[in-house]
């Protein structure tokens, strides 16, 4: 039997959503008070 991860399941919903025109933007990057450093929101 073939386990289903969390990750599967994200990545699956992503692809389903990019599929109707959705764009995936990384959470940290659209954080509204972070401040990025070196790839780090604060």
Known sequence: ???ITE???E???IECL???GYQYIYA???APDGIKILG???
């Open 1 to 3: 039997m073939t386990k």
């Open 7 to 9: 990750s599967a399941i």
């Open 11 to 13: 990545k699956f919903a």
């Open 18 to 20: 990019k599929k109707q």
């Open 28 to 30: 940290p990057s659209i």
């Open 40 to 42: 780090i929101v604060r």
